[in-house]
């Protein structure tokens, strides 16, 4: 059982370094790099072969997985905000950017993630009442799933409610900013 607990405590990056990390078709870590195995906490040797979520943050929505999932299950890429926690309970914000891996014969054959530093005014004023919203949706629901599927039609709506599909509206906030 993965120890949930968190800080509180929220750790850096600088803008011009990059985490990237690859997994197989399951989620299951295959490659970490240096910055990732930094800010995680952990040796290469722990996360290798183990899922990705292990380092998922609980105040992170289930639904924003679930479109992410969605979106690169269909093999498309994906942009979207995550907050992800260390080994010790620390967190760290990031910019995920999220595509298909294949070989040489175009088969998919996993996934690959980088992730920059994200933009602290987006964070503020628009990602972290987002996401507290969310996570707020998902817990008033006993039934897991119920609280899912709420939460999902919330991001849906919201998302929506711009006129524009999930990475527009995400590539709008960072060029806004």
């Given at each position: 059982?993965?120890?949930?607990?968190?800080?509180?405590?929220?750790?850096?990056?600088?803008?011009?370094?990059?985490?990237?990390?690859?997994?197989?078709?399951?989620?299951?870590?295959?490659?970490?790099?240096?910055?990732f195995?930094?800010?995680?906490?952990?040796?290469?040797?722990e996360?290798?072969?183990?899922?990705?979520?292990?380092?998922?943050?609980?105040?992170?929505?289930?639904?924003?997985?679930?479109?992410?999932?969605?979106?690169?299950?269909?093999?498309?890429?994906?942009?979207?905000?995550?907050?992800?926690?260390?080994?010790?309970?620390?967190?760290?914000?990031?910019?995920?950017h999220?595509?298909?891996?294949?070989?040489?014969t175009?088969?998919?054959?996993?996934?690959?993630?980088?992730?920059?530093?994200?933009k602290?005014?987006?964070?503020?004023?628009?990602?972290?009442?987002?996401?507290?919203?969310?996570?707020?949706?998902?817990?008033?629901?006993?039934?897991?799933?119920?609280?899912?599927?709420?939460?999902?039609?919330?991001?849906?709506?919201?998302?929506?409610?711009?006129?524009?599909?999930?990475?527009?509206?995400?590539?709008?906030?960072?060029?806004?900013a």
């Amino acid at each position: 059982m993965v120890d949930r607990s968190t800080t509180g405590k929220e750790i850096f990056f600088d803008e011009n370094e990059i985490i990237v990390s690859k997994t197989d078709l399951k989620g299951h870590l295959t490659y970490c790099n240096t910055l990732f195995l930094k800010l995680a906490g952990y040796m290469e040797h722990e996360c290798l072969g183990q899922p990705h979520s292990m380092i998922r943050h609980p105040e992170m929505p289930r639904s924003v997985f679930k479109l992410l999932w969605d979106t690169i299950q269909n093999e498309e890429e994906i942009f979207a905000y995550v907050v992800n926690r260390a080994k010790n309970g620390d967190h760290y914000w990031v910019l995920a950017h999220v595509t298909i891996s294949k070989d040489e014969t175009g088969k998919v054959i996993g996934y690959h993630s980088n992730r920059r530093a994200p933009k602290r005014d987006i964070l503020d004023n628009t990602i972290r009442p987002l996401y507290r919203e969310l996570c707020a949706i998902e817990k008033q629901h006993n039934d897991r799933k119920a609280g899912l599927e709420a939460s999902t039609q919330k991001l849906m709506e919201t998302i929506s409610g711009t006129g524009m599909e999930y990475g527009e509206f995400v590539a709008g906030l960072s060029r806004a900013a």
